[in-house]
């Protein structure tokens, strides 16, 4: 808030009680909506080139207020988003700043978990079931070097940009692709293999635990802060051994 002084905000239960009179634009990747996002909401990716033109075409097809929201807390697109809109002239747009986890624990009837009303809250993964499947970089590579798991990058085009960290083992796949990720995630249960998954900061991979929950899979790995990660203990080993 203190960041985004000039963008207007909603908090969590004014935003319910006025839910039926306002728009709401799930503002993430169009994976983490199909994840989780509260019932009723329309994905428009922030990060899309097509932000702007989409949220201007919203603007003329209705009067009401736009509310747009995020994962909340740490992630501040809902402040970018709403930012945005106010920089390319679109009006009434207020972010909400609690987001769509926030909203699930206290609003689970009004909320969608892999298309399906979720029942309670005890559906959301704690952090502490997360945190089980998290590995430090080392171990991740030391894994990659003494098994034959299944390695995936699961970065977008984007964050990749060419760049490999264990050339020759790892397959990438896009989020969205999810013919892609199931042919990966069926050879590894046919061939009684781990699945070690990276991304680029460690975030992503948390929406993907319930989509390999929801496929049964159990033996998976993270790369805990992900491929930034990675490279930053990378330099800081480097400059270790330069002293």
Same mark, same amino acid.
């Given at each position: #808030?203190?960041?985004? =002084? @000039?963008?207007? &905000?909603?908090?969590?239960?004014?935003?319910?009680?006025?839910?039926?009179?306002?728009?709401?634009?799930?503002?993430?990747?169009?994976?983490?909506?199909?994840?989780?996002?509260?019932?009723? *909401?329309?994905?428009?990716?922030?990060?899309? !080139?097509?932000?702007?033109?989409?949220?201007? +075409?919203? #603007?003329?097809?209705?009067?009401?207020?736009?509310?747009?929201?995020?994962?909340?807390?740490?992630?501040?697109?809902?402040?970018?988003? *709403?930012?945005?809109?106010?920089?390319?002239?679109?009006?009434?747009?207020?972010?909400?700043? @609690?987001?769509?986890?926030?909203?699930?624990?206290? &609003?689970?009837?009004?909320? /969608?978990?892999?298309?399906?009303?979720?029942?309670?809250?005890?559906?959301?993964?704690?952090?502490? +079931?997360?945190?089980?499947?998290?590995?430090?970089?080392?171990?991740?590579?030391? #894994? %990659?070097?003494?098994?034959?798991?299944?390695?995936?990058?699961?970065?977008?085009?984007?964050?990749? +940009?060419?760049? @490999?960290?264990?050339?020759?083992?790892?397959? *990438? %796949?896009? /989020?969205?692709?999810?013919?892609?990720?199931?042919?990966?995630?069926?050879? $590894?249960?046919? =061939?009684?293999?781990?699945?070690?998954?990276?991304? *680029? @900061?460690?975030?992503? %991979? #948390?929406?993907?635990?319930?989509? /390999?929950?929801? !496929?049964?899979?159990?033996? &998976?790995?993270?790369?805990?802060?992900?491929?930034?990660?990675?490279?930053? =203990?990378?330099?800081?080993?480097?400059? $270790?051994? !330069?002293?």
């Amino acid at each position: #808030r203190k960041l985004y =002084e @000039s963008v207007p &905000y909603i908090e969590i239960e004014d935003l319910n009680k006025k839910l039926k009179k306002v728009v709401i634009v799930d503002v993430r990747s169009a994976y983490e909506f199909q994840t989780l996002h509260i019932k009723g *909401a329309v994905n428009i990716t922030l990060a899309s !080139k097509t932000f702007v033109k989409k949220m201007k +075409e919203l #603007r003329k097809s209705t009067d009401k207020p736009i509310v747009v929201y995020c994962n909340g807390k740490t992630c501040m697109k809902s402040y970018k988003a *709403a930012r945005k809109c106010q920089i390319e002239k679109i009006e009434n747009v207020t972010a909400f700043d @609690s987001g769509v986890l926030d909203w699930a624990k206290k &609003y689970p009837s009004k909320t /969608l978990l892999l298309g399906e009303t979720l029942k309670s809250a005890d559906q959301l993964i704690s952090k502490k +079931e997360f945190t089980k499947h998290l590995i430090t970089p080392d171990q991740f590579g030391e #894994r %990659v070097a003494s098994t034959n798991a299944i390695i995936l990058d699961v970065r977008d085009v984007f964050q990749r +940009e060419g760049i @490999s960290i264990f050339i020759g083992r790892e397959f *990438a %796949v896009n /989020l969205d692709n999810t013919k892609r990720l199931n042919r990966f995630i069926a050879k $590894a249960k046919i =061939e009684g293999k781990d699945l070690l998954i990276y991304d *680029a @900061s460690g975030k992503q %991979v #948390r929406w993907l635990q319930y989509y /390999l929950k929801n !496929k049964g899979v159990k033996e &998976y790995y993270f790369m805990k802060g992900g491929i930034n990660r990675y490279f930053k =203990e990378m330099r800081e080993q480097e400059l $270790a051994s !330069k002293k």
